[in-house]
């Protein structure tokens, strides 16, 4: 497993765009697959996207297409989700999690995932 932590949440405006981050450490980056996940109090969590080991394949959740991208830097063990012209529906929780997979896999389901971050929040006022 993975230590990860996100930041990069805060408040902002419909129409407006944040950066979140996830940093990983406690062992290598390589091979893991990246996601990331959104959850409102109460409700079940949501998958947002995925980035393969290599960096190369991608996949979002419909809701977010177009207006979100994952992009990974594994020199800086990093992860990244920037999210473009928000929406106050797009107010939750986001967490990134790692899994371990091949070199252009990525995964949809929360399950497959082994390492999760604490969270940070998103605020989308309309």
């Known amino acids: 497993q993975v230590h990860l932590v996100e930041s990069g949440g805060g408040l902002v405006q419909a129409g407006g765009s944040l950066r979140l981050s996830c940093a990983a450490s406690?062992?290598?980056?390589?091979?893991?697959?990246m996601g990331w996940f959104r959850q409102v109090s109460g409700k079940e969590r949501d998958f947002v996207g995925a980035i393969s080991w290599s960096g190369t394949r991608t996949t979002y959740a419909d809701s977010v297409k177009g207006r979100f991208t994952i992009s990974r830097d594994n020199a800086k063990n990093t992860v990244y989700l920037q999210m473009n012209s928000l929406k106050p529906e797009d107010t939750a929780v986001y967490s990134c999690a790692a899994a371990p997979a091949s070199f252009t896999t990525y995964y949809i389901d929360a399950a497959k995932y082994d390492s999760w971050g604490q969270g940070t929040q998103v605020t989308v006022s309309s």
């Open positions: 406690g062992r290598s980056f390589s091979g893991y697959s």
